[in-house]
C-alpha cells in the first residue's frame, strides 16, 4: 500500500506528517527543531529517506540538517567532532552551514552588487536559505536557494555548498530586494533536461539556464508590472511569486506574480497572462495536478497590502483549462472570517491516483483535499505559522 | 579549564548541557576560547561568529562576571576569573524585544 509523507516547515520548528494512501488517519512527528524557523524542507526523489532541511535564526544564524531515515533522526552533515577544520594549507573547511558568495578568480566572479533601497549599490550579504531542491536523480545533490539571492549547490549530501556564480551576472546589479527581502524562492528542474533549471527571485524575477547553471537568462518577457516599476515591461524586477511545471511538459512553466497568474508555453521565453475570473490575481503559491497537466491550482490573496482572502472566505480555485476559467473550491474551507495567508511554497500535491492537493496556512493549519479540490478536511489546526508544505508519495 | 555556558538552541546543536569545559593553551581571549569551542564542536562554527570574517553575529552577548565583553577586541584578555575557571564566560542570546 503506498503512504503520504508531508513535509511541514513552520515558524518554530518541522512537522512531519504519516499517513496511508487512504489519508484519513495521520500521525503527527514534531517539532523538530523546535523554536527555529524551518524555511524549507524536501526530500530526495532519488531515495525518498533523504530529507533535506533549511532551520534558521536570526541569531544564530543558517543550519542545514540532514535525515537518512525519513525525517526520524537528523544530522548536520558537516564536520565531525575531531576531525580537521582546516584544510592542509590552513584554509578554514567547508561546513553544512557556510554559504559563502563565489568572487574567486578561478570559478567565479568579483563579488558586485545589487541595488540598495536608496537607489545605492550594496554588496551581497548571506540571510538564510529559502528554498532546498533536491537532485531527480542524485541524492547527495542538492541545489538551494538563498536570500540574498544566489543559488548553490553541493554534491557531497550538503556537507559543502558551492555558488553557481553566473546566475548574479544576469542582470544582479538591478536586482533590489522587495519587502520580504532578495530571496532566490523557487528552483524547478527540468526532468527532460538536466541541463535546466527555473528559479524565480523575489522582486527580480524569473531565470532559466539551459547549460547547468554557467550561463543564465532572465525570462520575464510579457510579464506587467505597472504598479510596482517605472517600466512595466521591465527586463529584470518582477514580482515572481511561485512558478510551477508539470513533469510531463516542462515547457510550460505557470508563475503566480505578486499580481497577475501567468503561462509560458515556450520555457519562459514568453508569457501571458492566465488570470480571467479570479477575483483577485495576487496570492503566493502556484500548483500543477499530478495527472492533468493543464489543471492548476492558486489561493487568491485580496491585495499586497492585505494578505489575507477576499471576504474573509478561504477558497482554493482551480482550472481545468491551463487558466483563464477558474473555479472556486470551499467544501471544508471555512468560509467567514478567515485571515489567513498561504504562502508561496505552502502548496504541494501527492501522486496517488487520485490527486491530493495540500497547503498550509499563516494560521497554522494544514488542508488536504484527497480528491483534486473538491472536497477538503484540515490535518492539522494548530500549528505555528506554516512556512512550507511538501509531499512525498511512498510506494 | 575554561568554563563555557552557551545558549539553548546551541546546547540542543551540540548536544551538550548548559555548560561545556574546554582546556586552552596561551591567552585566553574571546578568539581563543570560540577558536576551541568551534573545534570541539564544528556544529557551532557559523552559529556564533561568522564563518569568514569572524565578527560576532548581530543579537549574540558574551558576559563574564558581570560585564558585558561584546564590544571588548576578540583579542583582550578575559578576566582572571574567567581564565581561572572561577567564573563561566558566557555566550548569550541577545533579547530581540517583542
Given at each position: 500500500m503506498s503512504k503520504v509523507r508531508v513535509l511541514v516547515g513552520t515558524r518554530k520548528g518541522a512537522f512531519i506528517l504519516n499517513s496511508d494512501e487512504k489519508r484519513a488517519k495521520w500521525d503527527i512527528s514534531g517539532p523538530?527543531?523546535?523554536?527555529?524557523?524551518?524555511y524549507h524542507l524536501k526530500g530526495s526523489p532519488a531515495d525518498p529517506n533523504r530529507i533535506y532541511a533549511s532551520q534558521s535564526t536570526g541569531w544564530f544564524g543558517q543550519i542545514i540538517q540532514r535525515s537518512d531515515d525519513g525525517g526520524r533522526t537528523w544530522e548536520q552533515p558537516g564536520t565531525e567532532p575531531g576531525?580537521?577544520?582546516?584544510?592542509?594549507?590552513g584554509f578554514p573547511m567547508g561546513e553544512s552551514n557556510k554559504f559563502v558568495y563565489d568572487a574567486s578568480d578561478e570559478t567565479g566572479n568579483p563579488l558586485t552588487t545589487h541595488q540598495w533601497y536608496d537607489g545605492t549599490q550594496h554588496p551581497w550579504e548571506f540571510k538564510r536559505v529559502w528554498y532546498l531542491e533536491p537532485s531527480l536523480t542524485d541524492p547527495n545533490t542538492v541545489y538551494a536557494g538563498v536570500e540574498d539571492a544566489a543559488l548553490f549547490r553541493t554534491s557531497d549530501g550538503g556537507k559543502t555548498w558551492h555558488e553557481l556564480?553566473?546566475?548574479?551576472?544576469?542582470?544582479?546589479?538591478?536586482w533590489q530586494p522587495g519587502a520580504g527581502g532578495m530571496c532566490l524562492h523557487t528552483i524547478l528542474q527540468d526532468p527532460t533536461n538536466p541541463n535546466r533549471l527555473y528559479i524565480a527571485i523575489s522582486a527580480a524575477g524569473a531565470f532559466r539556464t539551459d547549460d547547468g547553471g554557467e550561463t543564465w537568462k532572465p525570462i520575464n518577457q510579457g510579464l506587467k508590472s505597472p504598479y510596482e516599476l517605472p517600466d512595466a515591461d521591465a527586463e529584470v524586477g518582477h514580482c515572481v511569486h511561485n512558478l510551477a511545471i508539470h513533469p510531463s511538459r516542462p515547457d510550460v512553466v505557470f508563475m503566480q506574480k505578486h499580481w497577475d497568474v501567468m503561462r509560458s508555453d515556450n520555457a519562459g521565453d514568453l508569457w501571458h497572462e492566465i488570470?480571467?475570473?479570479?477575483?483577485?490575481?495576487?496570492g503566493f503559491p502556484i500548483a500543477v495536478h499530478a495527472h492533468e497537466p493543464e489543471t492548476i491550482y492558486v489561493v487568491p490573496i485580496k491585495s499586497d497590502s492585505e494578505h489575507y482572502p477576499p471576504e474573509g472566505k478561504l477558497r482554493v480555485y482551480r482550472s481545468r483549462t491551463g487558466g483563464n476559467e477558474w473555479e472556486a473550491l470551499t467544501?471544508?474551507?471555512?468560509?467567514?472570517?478567515c485571515y489567513v495567508n498561504v504562502l508561496r511554497s505552502a502548496m504541494a500535491v501527492d501522486t496517488l491516483d487520485s490527486c491530493g492537493i495540500y497547503f498550509g496556512t499563516t494560521g497554522g493549519q494544514v488542508y488536504l483535499s484527497p480528491d483534486s479540490g473538491d472536497n477538503w478536511m484540515p490535518i492539522v489546526r494548530d500549528l505555528p505559522a506554516v512556512l512550507s508544505v511538501e509531499v512525498q508519495t511512498l510506494r | 579549564m575554561i568554563r563555557v555556558v552557551i545558549p539553548h538552541h546551541l546546547r540542543t546543536l551540540a548536544q551538550v548541557g548548559k555548560e561545556v569545559e574546554l582546556e586552552l593553551a596561551g591567552p585566553v581571549t574571546q578568539r581563543s576560547i570560540l577558536d576551541a569551542l568551534e573545534t570541539k564542536y564544528p556544529m557551532l562554527r557559523g552559529t556564533i561568529r561568522d564563518h569568514t570574517t569572524k565578527q560576532r553575529r548581530a543579537f549574540i552577548r558574551f558576559f563574564a562576571c558581570g560585564q558585558?565583553?561584546?564590544?571588548?577586541?576578540?583579542d583582550a584578555p578575559l578576566p582572571d576569573a574567567v581564565a581561572t575557571g572561577t567564573e563561566p564566560f558566557r555566550i548569550i542570546g541577545a533579547m530581540a524585544g517583542g
Open positions: 523538530h527543531f523546535a523554536g527555529w524557523e524551518i576531525e580537521p577544520t582546516k584544510t592542509p594549507e556564480p553566473a546566475l548574479r551576472e544576469a542582470k544582479g546589479h538591478l488570470s480571467g475570473n479570479l477575483p483577485t490575481d495576487f467544501n471544508g474551507l471555512p468560509q467567514s472570517d | 558585558d565583553l561584546s564590544h571588548e577586541s576578540p
